[in-house]
């Protein structure tokens, strides 16, 4: 609920404290955590509308139970996709989208990476720690809490140790086969993109015996696989070189080799391609967040379009982009014209075959579609 539909405070709630939520007629909408520095301003833990809740004091409602069994739950929705054997590493709670505002658990085999990133989640730690402790099989609960947006809940950096034992330096998410380091102190988000899982299987089906450009390749997920199944050449590129180091010991850990990793700018080393005629059969573009906010959009739409238009210049006949947007502003459609832009642009032909989307441990509640933050398309040049 942002600020500006707040019209009343009544008293002076805590941070993180839960309030009854009331519409502009007195009916009750729900229980809420309250967060007094943020601009949503309080985040819903429950639409409860009965008698009884509404009689209920905050206390009563929202419960050291309550809170530990949203986690336990979120939790076993995950166990079909952790039951397959295809992977031991899931996104275990998704904030909101698993009714816990503020808290993001991924799971990596017995470890748990979190971040609680709101007023709410930091007022109930002790009780979403012990949840996550108390999930079976799970020995380390570690905390990643230093994502940006906790300062616009007015909170400071928290990283370390929850429960249990330390987190392995050996850690890796095991994925169809793969063993991906899992980089729990220095990596980015929980320490590997658990949401490009789908990302990951559409790689795998179209990397043999192409040339595959990983641009934005982070710790080389993607090149692993594109090795594995027979890519003709690889060429990775990413600004962080502790990343590419990262690609280079995943390549070791699989048993490949992937190839040439190339630190610097994304943008300019596509131009430095161009300028050189070079292309490829499979490109992947995965790039960072552009656009943090909607006032973000305008400026991050015209560096999408100008990455996609570099990519596609560098397709092959017959070459597959697989591009993506990671920022929830920017919807399915506006980047699909984006793309659309850029290929009418470079003067290809090219058509979708394909749709790619955060996976199903990172779900979106139908009445809250902007979760759905990571969207990407397969596309094919003439
Ligand atoms: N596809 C990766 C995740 C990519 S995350 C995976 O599946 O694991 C985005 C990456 O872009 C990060 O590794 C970051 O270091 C890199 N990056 C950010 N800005 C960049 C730029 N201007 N040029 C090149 N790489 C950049």
Redesign the pocket.
């Known amino acids: 609920m942002f600020s500006g539909a707040v019209a009343r405070v009544d008293g002076a709630p805590a941070a993180g404290a839960t309030v009854r939520v009331c519409a502009a007629d007195g009916a009750m909408l729900g229980w809420a955590a309250y967060s007094p520095e943020s601009q949503i301003r309080a985040r819903m833990w429950s639409f409860a509308d009965t008698s009884a809740d509404a009689a209920a004091g905050a206390e009563a409602a929202i419960d050291d139970a309550f809170v530990a069994g949203r986690v336990a739950a979120a939790a076993a929705r995950r166990s079909a996709l952790l039951g397959t054997g295809f992977t031991d590493s899931a996104r275990l709670v998704f904030s909101e989208a698993d009714g816990v505002p503020g808290l993001v658990a991924d799971r990596y085999g017995d470890t748990v990476v979190c971040q609680l990133t709101t007023a709410g989640a930091e007022a109930w730690r002790d009780v979403l720690a012990d949840a996550l402790f108390a999930l079976p099989g799970v020995e380390c609960v570690y905390e990643r809490s230093d994502a940006d947006v906790r300062e616009r809940e007015g909170l400071g950096p928290r990283v370390g140790l929850l429960r249990g034992v330390p987190p392995s330096p050996d850690l890796v998410a095991n994925e169809g086969g793969f063993r991906f380091a899992v980089e729990v102190e220095g990596g980015?988000k929980t320490g590997f993109?658990l949401d490009?899982r789908d990302?990951r299987a559409a790689v795998a089906q179209w990397a043999a015996g192409r040339r595959v450009l990983n641009v934005?390749?982070?710790?080389g997920?993607?090149s692993v696989i594109a090795a594995a199944r027979g890519a003709a050449s690889l060429l990775s590129?990413?600004?962080?070189g502790p990343?590419l180091e990262a690609a280079a010991r995943n390549g070791t850990l699989n048993g490949v080799d992937v190839g040439e990793l190339r630190e610097?700018?994304?943008?300019t080393a596509l131009r430095g391609l161009r300028d050189r005629a070079q292309h490829y059969d499979l490109i992947?573009l995965?790039?960072?967040k552009l656009a943090n906010t909607e006032r973000q959009l305008d400026k991050a739409t015209r560096a999408y379009k100008d990455l996609n238009l570099l990519a596609v210049k560098l397709l092959a006949p017959g070459g597959v982009l697989l591009t993506w947007s990671c920022s929830g502003a920017m919807s399915m459609d506006l980047f699909q014209k984006v793309v659309a832009g850029a290929a009418l642009d470079a003067k290809r032909e090219a058509r979708i075959i394909g749709r790619l989307h955060q996976p199903s441990d990172h779900p979106v509640p139908l009445p809250f579609p902007e979760a759905e933050y990571l969207k990407g398309l397969i596309v094919q040049a003439r």
């Open positions: 980015h993109y490009q990302g934005f390749s982070y710790t997920a993607f590129i990413d600004s962080s990343a610097g700018d994304a943008f992947l995965d790039p960072p």
